[in-house]
């Protein structure tokens, strides 16, 4: 499989020895099954802002505190590093809540290392090494095939 562009820097960085395959891709991310020495893992790839397809994003910011001043304020005007600060802070949120998660002994994807929008993480399968998104969308890929 040709490695995308934006695992490239990880394979690069010796994180992940080789991408095996896309396991699936969503409204935000796409989930890449990669191998990582002898364990296989999954690479999160954080959709930047403009190819997302959130309809109300707003939904999923609301409430969220900068503390930084200048960054919140660049945030608010939408200039170009504001927006990068808000695609930073947006992609932080979920990495920082399975971290958190994670150590207080939930029984969460184990994250392993976030590294420019890619999410290192635990690579979660049924008692026969089947992820269970592909057993519940069965051989065709449709849900209750």
Not at 88 to 104: K, N, P
Not at 105 to 132: C, H, I, K, S, W
Request: glycine fraction near 8%.
């Amino acid at each position: 499989m040709k490695i995308p562009k934006r695992l490239e820097p990880l394979v690069e960085a010796g994180l992940v020895d080789a991408v095996m395959r896309q396991l699936m891709s969503g409204k935000e991310a796409m989930i890449f099954v990669v191998r990582c020495g002898g364990d296989m893992r999954c690479a999160k790839v954080y959709k930047e802002a403009n190819l997302r397809s959130f309809r109300q994003s707003v939904d999923y910011t609301e409430g969220r505190k900068v503390k930084n001043s200048r960054r919140a304020r660049a945030m608010e005007k939408g200039s170009r590093y504001g927006r990068k600060a808000k695609e930073e802070a947006w992609q932080s949120t979920e990495v920082d809540a399975l971290y958190r998660l994670a150590a207080a002994g939930v029984r969460v994807p184990r994250p392993y290392d976030f590294v420019d929008g890619v999410l290192l993480m635990e690579f979660v399968t049924d008692g026969e090494a089947t992820p269970p998104e592909v057993e519940r969308r069965g051989a065709h890929g449709r849900a209750g095939a």
